[in-house]
């Protein structure tokens, strides 16, 4: 089938809610992208589940049959370059990555991370962000480097953190903007409006917004 706007190869490895959020996207036709093909390291990952459903070639690529990192990164490689893929993304995928894979598509890999980085990247945001006792937290699309987490950021959302919050009431809170920012994100590369400007990312054209801002906590004495 052929399909309008930017091949997208999703890699996942677990749950897929943000692999979901892609696909609801694309269907609805909010954003300019498809789902060509998506991979995942775990076999037994929903998110594979999702794309059989959704008739999206789904492949579990499996790290015990190859000798590297650097090996896995290139068969993925392979697969993403057999189903002609634009833009690679990574959505719940708990692989470091290796040159193998981000020499090939410089600046067209993104990642989506459960914080406002650069505070918590890594495992465990949520629960790094309470132990801390951050008012504001969030998420962040970025672009993939060699580095961890520190790829050029592209788009974040804040959302308040609670005082009774645990680790999973931040997390739901958090993922419903994840689900928000990351089909944003390929819109904007779809629609080729970004620009990078050292470690910025320059949106062209931004359309007026609100002008949100979060908060936290409330103030309540009407400053
Ligand atoms: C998300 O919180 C994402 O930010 C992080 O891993 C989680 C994946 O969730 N990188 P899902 O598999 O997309 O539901």
Redesign the pocket.
């Known amino acids: 089938m052929n399909k309008p706007g930017l091949r997208l190869g999703v890699l ?1 490895s ?6 979901e959020s892609i696909i609801r996207a694309c269907s609805a036709v909010k954003i300019h992208a498809g789902i060509e093909i998506v991979i995942s390291d775990r076999a037994r990952s929903q ?1 594979l589940e999702h794309a059989r459903r959704n008739q999206i070639p789904a492949v579990h690529l499996d790290p015990k049959a190859h000798s590297s990192r650097e090996d896995y990164d290139a068969a993925a490689v392979r697969l993403l370059h057999e189903h002609r893929v634009d833009l690679v993304v990574l ?2 995928y708990m692989r470091l990555i290796t040159s193998r894979l981000i020499g090939p598509f410089k600046n067209r890999i993104i990642n ?3 914080s406002l980085l650069p505070s918590f990247p890594g495992l465990r945001s949520h629960r790094q962000a309470l132990e801390w006792g951050v008012r504001i937290s969030g ?1 962040t699309v970025h672009f993939v480097d060699e580095t961890m987490d520190q790829g050029s950021i592209i788009i974040q959302a804040a959302v308040p953190v609670l005082d009774g919050d645990t680790e999973e009431t931040l997390e739901a809170r958090v ?1 419903e903007q ?1 689900h928000r920012i990351l089909p944003q994100a390929i819109e904007y590369l779809a629609e080729d409006r970004l620009e990078i400007s050292g470690r910025r990312v320059i949106l062209k054209s931004p359309k007026p917004s609100a002008g949100a801002m979060v908060v936290s906590p409330m103030i309540e004495i009407g400053l």
């Open positions: 996942a677990g749950r897929g809610s943000n692999l998110a959505a719940g989506i991370h459960p998420c993922l994840e």
